[in-house]
């Protein structure tokens, strides 16, 4: 089992720069990949960014050169960076976690970032 925390949320002014941490506990070693997701109001959630366990990451297009994920093995934590945010970027994000061999996913509760215009 895994369990993952979000952290770092919070209202922040468009332009303005938040950091997200994802802390993961448990069985993080089977964790082929971790990512965020995020889930704007009347929305599907939709994927912002992932990274595997070997380093490759993706993003969408519409979070390319604002926001960067990454990782610190040493404190299972995830991070995502997120700069020049736009008022669209406003929605609750969850941090997710794969093991894909069989597929499984787990998810974090949500943490919501609320950019005013």
């Known amino acids: 089992q895994v369990r993952l925390v979000e952290s770092g949320g919070g209202l922040v002014q468009a332009g303005g720069s938040l950091r997200l941490s994802c802390a993961a506990s448990?069985?993080?070693?089977?964790?082929?990949?971790m990512g965020w997701y995020r889930q704007a109001p009347g929305k599907q959630r939709e994927l912002v960014a992932a990274?595997?366990?070997?380093?490759?990451?993706n993003s969408a297009d519409s979070v390319k050169g604002r926001f960067t994920i990454s990782r610190d093995n040493v404190k299972n934590t995830v991070y995502l960076q997120m700069n020049s945010l736009k008022s669209e970027d406003t929605a609750v994000y969850y941090c997710n976690g794969e093991e894909w061999g069989p597929y499984r996913e787990y998810w974090g509760k949500g943490t919501l970032v609320t950019v005013s215009s």
């Open positions: 448990g069985s993080i070693s089977r964790l082929n990949s």
């Open positions: 990274i595997t366990s070997g380093g490759s990451t």
